[in-house]
């Protein structure tokens, strides 16, 4: 496979630039996949939007990278901090700590995320196999669980000394485990860093008395943890999101192209919320993410509902302020949309709500300068505030404080 193209949101990467592409035959595959909104080809080559992740098609990857999460450009930073927003925002339940070390690999991306699977499958098998009762069929010498008489009649009809049985075997060789393996073995095949292949491998011979069986998006969806498999919840979800977001090569038992990504309007707008609500009591407001509430009244079509993207509420009840976030440039009042305007607007009437704040993420270091502004109208004294909060620091993580400090004086300022 060749080295991954790295390319940032809205940038655009030139035909002569992604060699041996048959650009057709991608455009394609991302209309097939419903990608046409993360990635866009053109006459003169392919322009990223506000998607951010892996694609990996055939021997092409692209490397889809965050604009407003570092400052410094650095790849690495980069990858840190955004591993830490889907970390935080529960998207992923994943640590910065190898981000270095696999900083310089060939697929970073997909080797941090191989890294976790493996590393906390590894963790949690040392401490127990899950095991879990699988429903067994066999003709025995003895009678055990249930006999099955048809089955019975048909294979015990001459020799009478067997019992065609059903029971439950308490057993390693079930549904979890064979997912475990499946992906691990995917996965191995796909890694090219020693250290994720070595781990995976120790996995892949644990488990060399379970059944291979193969997963898909429609399979993996049925399985559930039981109460006595939650050890396993870290690496099940990792291994239900390579099964869902990949498509697998049956005949290599191998990812053959991935699909890792995420919508950063929605990452940043639930990175904000998570803030938020996990500093309620210090903010001194409640906060609801996706408040709804129906447009019209008569009208029982959920549909037709309207949603908040974050409904902030006074602790003593005497303020509410409508919170939409908004993943966009925005350096001066000139960039703001009237149909933002509009959809603040609107939720301010539904929800009482004097106040709307629209947040974008700081596209230059400084903080835009902007007053506060009112909508036009002598009946509704509607404020409407454009701010913004920083997110360009080398390493987000420690900077949390700061990010706190830009939403408090935006709540102060109600």
């Given at each position: 496979m060749l080295e991954p193209i790295i390319i940032k949101e809205y940038e655009e990467i030139d035909e002569s630039d992604i060699k041996d592409c048959d650009l057709d035959k991608l455009q394609s595959y991302l209309k097939c996949k419903n990608l046409e909104q993360v990635l866009k080809v053109t006459r003169h080559g392919i322009i990223a939007k506000s998607w951010v992740g892996v694609i990996k098609y055939k021997k092409h990857q692209f490397q889809i990278l965050p604009k407003l999460i570092c400052d410094n450009g650095n790849t690495e930073d980069i990858l840190k901090n955004l591993i830490f927003m889907l970390s935080y925002t529960k998207k992923l339940d994943i640590k910065t700590s190898d981000i270095a070390k696999l900083s310089n690999s060939k697929n970073p991306f997909i080797e941090i995320l191989i890294r976790e699977y493996a590393k906390s499958l590894f963790e949690c098998l040392k401490r127990i196999t899950p095991k879990k009762y699988v429903r067994e069929e066999d003709n025995l010498n003895y009678l055990k669980g249930k006999i099955k008489f048809t089955e019975n009649i048909r294979?015990?009809?001459?020799?009478?000394?067997?019992?065609?049985?059903?029971?439950?075997?308490?057993?390693?060789?079930?549904?979890?485990?064979?997912?475990?393996?499946?992906?691990?073995?995917?996965?191995?095949?796909?890694?090219?860093?020693?250290?994720?292949?070595?781990?995976?491998?120790?996995?892949?011979?644990?488990?060399?008395?379970?059944?291979?069986?193969?997963?898909?998006?429609?399979?993996?969806?049925?399985?559930?943890?039981?109460?006595?498999?939650?050890?396993?919840?870290?690496?099940?979800?990792?291994?239900?999101?390579?099964?869902?977001?990949?498509?697998?090569?049956?005949?290599?038992?191998?990812?053959?192209?991935?699909?890792?990504?995420?919508?950063?309007?929605?990452?940043?707008?639930?990175?904000?919320?998570?803030?938020?609500?996990?500093?309620?009591?210090?903010?001194?407001?409640?906060?609801?993410?996706?408040k709804g509430k129906r447009l019209l009244k008569n009208n029982d079509n959920k549909k037709r509902n309207t949603y908040v993207d974050i409904f902030a509420e006074s602790l003593n009840n005497d303020k509410k302020i409508i919170i939409d976030t908004k993943y966009k440039k925005f350096k001066n009042i000139d960039d703001f949309s009237n149909a933002d305007v509009f959809q603040v607007s609107t939720y301010c009437l539904l929800h009482n709500a004097e106040h709307s704040v629209l947040l974008y993420p700081r596209w230059d270091i400084n903080e835009p300068k902007i007053q506060q502004f009112y909508l036009n109208n002598d009946n509704y004294n509607y404020r409407i505030n454009f701010k913004t909060i920083n997110l360009q620091y080398d390493d987000i993580k420690n900077n949390l404080d700061k990010i706190k400090i830009d939403i408090m004086q935006i709540l102060n300022a109600a």
């Open positions: 294979y015990n009809c001459v020799n009478q000394s067997k019992f065609y049985c059903e029971y439950d075997e308490f057993s390693e060789n079930n549904i979890l485990n064979q997912l475990f393996l499946f992906v691990s073995t995917c996965l191995y095949n796909v890694s090219k860093d020693s250290y994720n292949k070595k781990t995976l491998k120790f996995i892949i011979n644990y488990y060399k008395d379970i059944k291979l069986a193969r997963f898909d998006k429609f399979k993996v969806k049925k399985i559930k943890l039981s109460r006595n498999q939650n050890l396993f919840k870290k690496p099940f979800n990792l291994a239900k999101m390579f099964i869902e977001k990949t498509s697998v090569d049956l005949s290599k038992n191998k990812f053959e192209n991935i699909t890792l990504i995420w919508d950063m309007n929605n990452l940043f707008e639930e990175f904000v919320f998570e803030i938020m609500k996990r500093n309620e009591n210090e903010f001194g407001w409640k906060f609801t993410a996706q």
